[in-house]
């Protein structure tokens, strides 16, 4: 039987693609103000609510004393967490440039069916946390920022919360057009708002520098120490001043490692620890726990403007986690852990920008029902962090895998640095757990779900790629088959699009069976989604004929890249692909239902299963296939 192999031989790209190589250029001025819109805009907004959360939890004994310590505690968090855990080690770990709980899971090299299965558990549960955590984070930072109106008058006071809600409506209803060319203003909109917080900072400071002593990380110990049960679960209003320390990871490919660094030591960093400290003098020398202590930094005749910068600053840390959502969703659909959803590509130019309609539309419902069922920002900081909380202790667990793994450490020179930074986590861990009466089980109960659908999703396409196998055929057998049945070869180029390789797929065995012919030229086509961002134009396609007609072709996608099947085999027609324009795909259907004796829990799964591969994504969505040279097969199988 004739046998040959051909693979794409343009290669004019390194294989790590061009997050690798954007990380490699030097930053400049244009990065690093990119960086701060893309990335910084969580963690830019915390201010706007950390110390107020702080000031709520203690009540009466949030004393000049406590003040300082609540600042000490706050500095050193962000510096151990953000400029030493994330800058330093675990943007390090990057998966060819491309960062996120997702990725750093797929660097591990863990698989589902192995021993490295609590691995891929805990990056599953990481990213379905982030999910959680999206949904609370444009409800708190805009009802925050609106909530600034009440500073200088009482005439907004009942209308805060149907303005959030009507902000919020009105930014997720924008997302289908697109951010590309919001986005270009999201970057200097954030400098100017580092830089206004800094100067609100200075002038306090300048007016109470005795606040600086809490540079000193004894009052944060002594806070600690002191104060028994309290001081312990304020650490979960010190956590507020983390979230989005996540962002710096996950945005990592878009901007490129140095340039989010510089932009933290040099801009970010400094205009945070002005601000909290400018906030703690400020109160110490006129308390008012009624207040929200941000504002109170500026002066009366600023309070409309700050407000209308505070709200563009909340607008884009929100857009950020939206579009962080929907690009995690795109790299789970692609690895296999999530059913296929519709996904527009809203620029040509920008690659990262897409909108992912289902998740839109899920996420406005949940966080307005959110915005509005709380009501005000403190009362929802009780239901923020503890998501955020648990994926941090997540992303410690997988880096250590990555300590030993991709960087080849000691196990003792691992074990002492993830011992340290999993003490801090599980500090802040533990805190956030007395968050879960208050509304913290809200984002965890929805990252349990996200998480259930991955593993059931994933369990049922396994289920299904076995049933496949056992009904393939081997070549030499079907061969032998197409000579024996005095099979007709008709004019034409058939595609048969299946997940199995080295063997004839169902879906050609029974299209035989029935129709009594096949077409001179038929492919057996296996989209494969690897562990890596991006595939180099030298790997992505291997084709290899099986027999006189009869190809098997595998091409080969990135899990950040959007599969189109037939631009790449267009452009692979000059390596003598065999594909011609009269071209037919071919696709199974199925309709999954249990086998009997399945006990309940199974049936359930089985149930939901079938219920996501109904109303998943076509495959004339999912790998842009023209929808009139498009064939489904429909067929019934138990799982």
């Known amino acids: ?73 706050i500095i050193w968090a962000l510096i151990i967490t ?48 982030i999910y959680g955590d999206g949904i609370i984070t444009p409800a708190i930072s805009v009802l925050s920022a609106v909530e600034g109106l009440n500073v200088a008058t009482d005439v907004f006071r009942p209308y805060t919360m149907p303005i959030a809600a009507g902000i919020l409506i009105g930014l997720f209803a924008l997302q289908r057009r697109g951010t590309a060319t919001v986005g270009k203003t999201f970057g ?21 520098p005795d606040v600086l002593r809490a540079l000193n990380p004894e009052h944060g110990v002594l806070l600690l120490t002191t104060h028994g049960l309290l001081g312990f679960t304020l650490l979960g209003g010190v956590f507020l001043a983390l979230t989005g320390g996540e962002a710096l990871y996950a945005d990592m490919g878009h901007v490129g490692r140095r340039p989010i660094r510089l932009a933290w030591y040099g801009i970010v960093l400094p205009a945070l620890v002005l601000n909290y400290a400018g906030q703690v003098g400020n109160f110490i020398a006129s308390p008012d726990p009624s ?82 069922g709380f009501g005000s920002s403190d009362r929802l900081a009780g239901a923020y962090g503890a998501a955020v909380s648990t994926t941090m202790v997540l992303t410690t667990a997988l880096l250590y895998q990555a300590m030993r793994r991709t960087w080849h450490w000691s196990v003792v020179r691992a074990s002492a640095l993830t011992g340290v930074l999993l003490t801090v986590d599980l500090a802040f861990f533990l805190a956030n757990l007395f968050k879960i009466e208050e509304g913290g089980w809200i984002p965890l109960l929805f990252g349990a779900l996200v998480f259930a659908i991955m593993t059931t999703w994933h369990r049922g396409i396994d289920a299904l790629h076995r049933r496949g196998m056992a009904r393939a055929q081997h070549v030499d057998a079907f061969v032998a088959n197409l000579h024996e049945q005095h099979i007709a070869r008709v004019p034409g180029t058939a595609i048969f699009l299946t997940r199995l390789g080295h063997r004839i797929p169902p879906i050609i065995v029974d299209y035989v069976r029935q129709a009594h012919s096949l077409h001179r030229t038929a492919i057996a086509l296996t989209a494969s989604f690897e562990s890596v961002p991006r595939i180099r134009p030298a790997d992505r396609i291997r084709c290899e004929q099986l ?15 959007i599969p189109d099947l037939p631009t790449v085999l267009a452009n692979a027609k000059q390596i003598g692909v065999p594909v011609q324009h ?31 591969a109904r109303n998943s994504a076509h495959a004339i969505d999912r790998f842009r296939i023209p929808s009139g040279s498009l064939i489904e097969i429909g067929s019934r199988m138990e799982i």
């Open 1 to 73: 039987m004739p046998s040959s192999t051909i693979s794409a031989l343009d290669d004019k790209t390194g294989f790590t693609g061009e997050a690798h190589h954007r990380d490699k250029q030097a930053p400049t001025a244009t990065s690093i103000v990119l960086a701060l819109g893309i990335v910084y805009g969580d963690l830019g907004t915390s201010p706007l609510y950390t110390l107020q959360t702080i000031v709520h939890l203690m009540g009466d004994s949030f004393t000049p004393d406590a003040a300082l310590g609540s600042l000490s505690l």
């Open 82 to 129: 953000i400029s030493i855990k994330y800058c330093l080690f675990v943007m390090r770990a990057d998966n060819h440039g491309e960062g996120g709980i997702l990725a750093l899971m797929a660097l591990t090299g863990a698989r589902w069916s192995g021993r490295g299965r609590w691995l891929i558990a805990i990056g599953l549960f990481g990213a379905a946390l």
């Open 188 to 208: 200097p909109v954030m400098l100017l708002w580092f830089v206004t917080m800094a100067v609100l900072g200075i002038v306090s400071v300048a007016r109470h």
């Open 291 to 372: 207040a929200n202590p941000f504002f109170k930094l500026a002066p009366v005749w600023a309070i409309y403007p700050l407000v209308t910068l505070a709200t563009l600053a909340t607008i884009i840390a929100s857009q950020a986690i939206i579009t962080g959502s929907f690009s995690m969703t795109r790299q789970a659909m692609q690895l296999g852990w999530f059913p296929g959803v519709q996904i527009n590509q809203t620029s040509a130019e920008e690659y990262g920008q897409i909108y992912v309609p289902f998740v839109n539309w899920t996420m406005m419902c949940l966080t307005v029902a959110l915005a509005v």
């Open 547 to 561: 027999c006189e007609g009869l190809w098997h072709i595998t091409v080969h996608f990135g899990f950040v890249e």
């Open 582 to 612: 009269d071209t037919t795909y071919y696709i199974e259907r199925h309709d999954p239902v249990s086998r009997p004796r399945r006990n309940p829990l199974a049936r359930f799964q089985i149930a939901l299963f079938a219920f996501m």
